[in-house]
């Protein structure tokens, strides 16, 4: 993992993190401390994947990544709603009063922002942390859950690697 952080670090530094879906380079925030890592995980009630938590507090506060980036915690990254990492999982995991068939699985936390309603969510309950995406526009009313999910990596550290490896992960991911 270390490798991975290195490598982050580097790719931040060579300022060559674009925006891929706004016109512009991105400003990583500045990175998450501890005790702000403490408070996102019991505000959400579970612990956040390791690999993450040391982007968060080793490397940037989000600010970077595919799509519309990186969903810090904190006054870290926002998606284009305003919503930090805990505000959006939040948000996700309320019930909806228009579809009761919405249950957002516990531990499924939303860290990477595509646009409007996608996100890239990684699983904070299993093993190897695998990385889905979800669009809720698939998901009709009362239609399972299961509707809205994409399985796109096996890890988030597959996921970044690929990343840093110049690969389009919205075509990767959507690809027929």
Same mark, same amino acid.
């Given at each position: ?59 940037? &506060?989000?600010?970077?990544? +595919?799509?519309?980036? $990186? ?7 926002? *998606? %284009? ?43 904070? &309950?299993?093993?190897?942390? +695998?990385?889905?995406? $979800? ?7 009362? *239609? %399972? ?32």
């Amino acid at each position: 993992m270390d490798e991975l952080i290195y490598a982050l670090r580097a790719k931040l530094q060579r300022n060559t993190v674009k925006n891929e879906f706004i016109d512009g380079v991105f400003s990583p925030r500045e990175a998450a401390s501890n005790d702000a890592i403490v408070l996102a995980e019991t505000q959400m009630g579970f612990t956040i994947c390791p690999l993450l938590k040391r982007i968060y507090t080793e490397v940037a &506060n989000g600010g970077f990544g +595919p799509g519309s980036g $990186i969903i810090g915690v904190g006054n870290g990254f926002t *998606d %284009d709603w305003g919503h930090n990492l805990e505000e959006l999982y939040e948000y996700f995991s309320l019930r909806k009063h228009y579809d009761v068939s919405w249950r957002w699985p516990q531990g499924l936390l939303p860290f990477c922002h595509w646009g409007y309603t996608t996100y890239s969510c990684v699983d904070c &309950n299993q093993p190897h942390y +695998p990385v889905l995406i $979800i669009d809720p526009d698939y998901k009709a009313q009362d *239609d %399972d859950m299961e509707e809205m999910i994409i399985e796109h990596k096996d890890s988030i550290v597959e996921w970044f690697y690929d990343w840093l490896g110049g690969k389009d992960l919205w075509a990767d991911a959507f690809a027929p």
